[in-house]
């Protein structure tokens, strides 16, 4: 295998340019030749295809987002999708490629390898939701950044005697949430996994400031039936039945947009030469991610629909400590 491509697709994730940059220059290693696909499968089906070298990804492992660019692609669900797609890579003479993405990019991954396309994905998103890697691309930064948000939002509720609400990321996922709310030290902690009622939320949140806190905070992950925009109006609503005043933030895509840290840098280095040693040696159609302390390669029909499960014994953890 000579020609490889690589692209970026779904929510962006910070640690997609360092798998970018290891899957350019580890194609340059083996003696093949890389091309990038700029917007994701989107950019693919219109052959947005363009030869990339080592120089040309100088630079780029400490920016967040994806040089590449992204998108969420309509088109390549369509029936011909994977068939458009296959004659855009073959159009460029290129024999394999590397998708970098979450569990709808990875879907596409499948339906590419089911077509016979030698294809290997790159586990990547905030989410952490993805079968085949103990922590995806990403997370690692998303975290760190909801980790500051939520110290700078316990400074202002002490002074005020104030609740915090701070909805996170996650899609259907509640592992953003679950971390934050541990390490942020949370009352309570809101997920899809374990849902837990507003008035509950309120009488949790009550008792803290019962205990002597100067605050409470409450972590809500942003797919929970129960999130901001249901928690806040019962606040709002019961206000006068409550000793104290909530504030809500929700903090969406800032935390896409962080600088990746260490970790999510190494684990993109580590992911990306794996995926393209993967297609040298003609292992295709896995996913490849972080098993322990290890790269693994799962194959795609084992990541495929299936969602990876929660530790929730960390909730009971979470709720004891926060005494
Ligand atoms: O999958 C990553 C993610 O950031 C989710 O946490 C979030 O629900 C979704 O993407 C937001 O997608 P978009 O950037 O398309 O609004």
């Known amino acids: ?3 490889i491509a690589v692209l970026t697709s779904g929510g962006d994730a910070p640690g997609m340019n360092a798998a970018i940059r290891a899957v350019v220059r580890q194609v340059a290693a083996v003696g093949g ?4 696909v700029q917007q994701g499968f989107r950019g693919l089906l219109a052959g947005q295809i363009v030869p990339l070298g080592p120089r040309d990804v100088g630079g780029i492992m400490q920016l967040a987002g994806t040089v590449l ?3 969420r692609s309509d088109d390549f669900r369509r029936p011909d999708g994977a068939a458009r797609a296959i004659a855009a890579l073959a159009a460029h003479g290129i024999d394999g490629l590397v998708v970098i ?3 709808g990019s990875q879907n596409g991954s499948y339906v590419l390898a089911s077509a016979g396309y030698p294809v290997v994905g790159v586990a990547s998103t905030i989410d952490n939701d993805l079968v085949g890697s103990d922590i995806t691309l990403g997370v690692d930064s998303a975290l760190n950044v909801g980790l500051e948000a939520l110290d700078r939002l316990r400074v202002t509720a002490s002074s005020h005697n104030r609740a915090a609400l701070v909805e996170v990321m996650g899609r259907q996922c509640g592992y953003l949430a679950l971390q934050l709310g541990i390490t942020g030290g949370a ?10 009622e507003p008035a509950e939320v309120a009488e949790i949140l009550q008792r803290a400031f019962d205990r002597g806190k100067a605050h409470a905070i409450v ?6 039936q129960n999130n901001a925009a249901r928690m806040v109006p019962f606040f709002r609503l019961n206000r006068q039945r409550f000793g104290f005043e909530l504030r809500a933030t929700i903090l969406g895509h800032v935390q896409r947009g962080g600088t990746p840290t260490h970790f999510d840098r190494l684990l993109g280095t580590r992911l990306g030469t794996t995926a393209v040693d993967c297609l040298a040696r003609g292992e295709a159609g896995v996913l490849v991610g972080l098993g322990g302390k290890d790269v693994v390669a799962t194959p795609l029909a084992e990541v495929v629909g299936r969602t990876k499960p929660l530790d929730l014994s960390l909730l009971e953890m979470a709720r004891i400590l926060a005494q």
């Open 101 to 103: 993405g979450g569990s």
């Open 219 to 224: 972590v809500v992950a942003e797919g929970a």
């Open 69 to 71: 660019g992204s998108s």
């Open 1 to 3: 295998m000579r020609r």
């Open 33 to 36: 030749e890389a091309f990038g």
């Open 187 to 196: 009352e309570a902690i809101v997920i899809p996994e374990a849902e837990i």
